[in-house]
């Protein structure tokens, strides 16, 4: 056990390499004995803490990204969705869905362009037309927009939404992980805080009665 | 878990084991869950409000006005049959995700419950396991 001291982390970790924390089964043999030190493991367990703790907000702060970003892909995703059911509607007429919208345009609607309202900017709203289109840009970011095929666009903003997804359900699942290690490092540190307050004691008490029989 | 109180310090019967340690460990666990699927059962409460509003507004709405249904950022003018169908979509989806999530959030209830049961069992003032 005396080769784990100073090392309050041990060698396991999980799939994202986060090192698991030590359960400590007898206090006294992990410390190394009944006279054992405790400031030293004690200051490990708080740098230990620490880095659990700075790893947390870390995590915390992909996870509100994330969370962002999911709902703006899906937003996307819908207004694309519609575009293609708007254009699929137009060339089969075998869903009722569709037969709606056909007897309620009656003539108008194979030309009719859409009509939407935008947000130009906060609180700005502009109106605008949107033709019957089988193309859409898509923001890719870092100052690039490519023009895909609906189908395509569809395929690529699905992908999106998976990965982001995916790595959303792998960030909880590690800051899930984070709050095990967390909280079996603060039982470490309570469990040998008190064990050593009980030393304390039982030596105070031992020496009071040594003290005691020398006197009488 | 919170430091001794002085009259426990002698309590020696509270020796935590690898069993405590990992019913504390998936406690702690289920109680952040919890926390944030309280969190998107709250907005996702206020959506389905919002859309439960839409419903009654769009019943009393006029046949020949299209209506502003909002998809992604922008408003589409869609006649009304159209607009009523979407939001069926919408609603139903929704509605969909609460009831999944008032079904793992009661399941993790009760778990907590019995890990509560236990470890009070067993810790008893030693350990503080509420808010």
């Keep these: ?80 969705e519609f575009l293609r059911d708007r254009r699929e509607g137009k060339t089969s007429t075998e869903d009722d869905d569709d037969l709606d919208i056909d007897e309620d345009g009656a003539e108008g609607s194979q030309s009719k362009p ?89 030596n105070r008490l031992k020496a009071e009665a040594a003290g005691k029989s020398a006197e009488g | 878990m919170r430091m001794l109180e002085q009259e426990q310090e002698n309590d020696d019967s509270t020796e935590v084991t690898w069993e405590d340690q990992q019913r504390i460990n998936t ?13 998107q059962l709250e907005v996702l409460k206020q959506e389905k409000e919002a859309l439960d509003d839409l419903s009654m507004e769009l019943e009393l709405a006029d046949e020949d006005e299209p209506v502003l249904y909002k998809v992604g950022e922008a408003f589409l003018h869609l006649p009304l049959p159209r607009a009523l169908k979407r939001l069926e979509k919408d609603q139903a989806k929704i509605e969909s995700r609460f009831s999944s999530l008032t079904v793992s959030a009661e399941e993790i209830e009760r778990e907590m419950k019995l890990l509560k049961v236990t470890l009070y069992g067993k810790f008893g003032s030693s350990i503080n396991l509420d808010e």
Excluded: H
């Design chain 2, 27 to 39: 406690f702690s666990k289920l109680n952040t869950r919890i926390k944030s699927i309280e969190t």
């Design chain 1, 1 to 80: 056990m005396s080769s784990s001291l100073g090392k309050p982390l041990t060698e396991e970790k999980n799939p994202r390499g986060i090192p698991k924390a030590p359960f400590i089964e007898d206090v006294e043999k992990y410390l190394g004995g009944p006279d054992a030190e405790v400031e030293e493991p004690l200051k490990n367990f708080q740098d230990a803490i620490a880095k659990y703790r700075y790893m947390d907000s870390n995590l915390a702060q992909r996870r509100v990204g994330l969370e962002e970003k999911i709902p703006d892909i899906k937003k996307t995703l819908s207004m694309v």
């Design chain 1, 114 to 202: 859409l009509k939407t309202t935008f947000e130009l900017n906060d609180t700005l709203f502009a109106e605008a037309e949107l033709e019957d289109t089988d193309t859409v840009y898509l923001w890719l970011g870092a100052n690039v927009m490519l023009s895909y095929k609906i189908p395509a666009a569809i395929e690529l903003l699905k992908s999106k939404l998976e990965g982001a997804e995916a790595t959303l359900a792998s960030v909880i699942e590690d800051l899930e992980f984070l709050r095990e290690q967390l909280t079996m490092m603060e039982v470490n540190m309570a469990r040998v805080y008190n064990w050593d307050v009980k030393r304390r004691k039982e």
